[in-house]
């Protein structure tokens, strides 16, 4: 082996090992427990973040979370993704003329300040839609917002069931074939 080969390889060794290093110590989320947030200075998980367990053979799913916002300046949420879903939406509840509940997607959700943005069944949502997989109940999957002044943070979601008496189940009509 020639001195030249012998040297890339170390090369080759050493940033992968620069790689690994830095993929071991990111801080994500999901190595803590449920509820857990690696959130940016002044934002905070005020209610654990949770994924609801769709029935079987459905691939679209809502997740839930209430953010506190402690700073003086008002945020927003302007986009979402999850590994686990192929496209996040933020979405809103609204009331149609014929007084049936419809979701509708909307650009942004606001975080004021000094106050929260409440993400729950019925109301503001985040939409996960194309699951690549079934989840299991009780499972912790990571969904990271971004914010509009460019931050972000990642949050660990628990796949659970609608609280019984807590979270009534909401029949909505949707665009991607709920029920
Ligand atoms: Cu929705």
Redesign the pocket.
């Given at each position: 082996m020639s001195g030249t080969r012998v040297f890339a390889r170390l090369l080759g060794a050493l940033l992968l090992s620069l790689c690994l290093t830095s993929l071991l110590s990111a801080q994500h989320a999901t190595d803590q427990e449920p509820g857990a947030c690696v959130c940016p200075d002044g934002v905070t998980l005020a209610a654990p973040a949770w994924v609801r367990l769709p029935p079987p053979n459905l691939s679209?799913t809502?997740a839930y979370m209430t953010l506190g916002n402690s700073g003086d300046e008002d945020l927003t949420v302007v986009a979402a993704e999850s590994p686990i879903a192929g496209t996040v939406?933020l979405?809103?509840?609204l009331q149609d003329a014929a007084g049936v509940m419809r979701?509708?997607?909307v650009a942004s959700l606001p975080l004021p300040a000094g106050g929260s943005l409440a993400m729950e069944p019925g109301g503001l949502?985040?939409?996960l839609i194309g699951l690549h997989q079934p989840l299991a109940d009780g499972e912790i999957v990571p969904v990271t917002l971004h914010l509009g002044d460019g931050r972000s943070l990642e949050v660990a979601a628990e796949v659970r069931r609608a609280r019984p008496g807590r979270d009534h189940e909401v029949h909505?009509h949707?665009g991607?074939q709920h029920h």
């Open positions: 679209v809502a939406e979405h809103e509840h979701m509708r997607q949502h985040l939409m909505h949707h991607h």
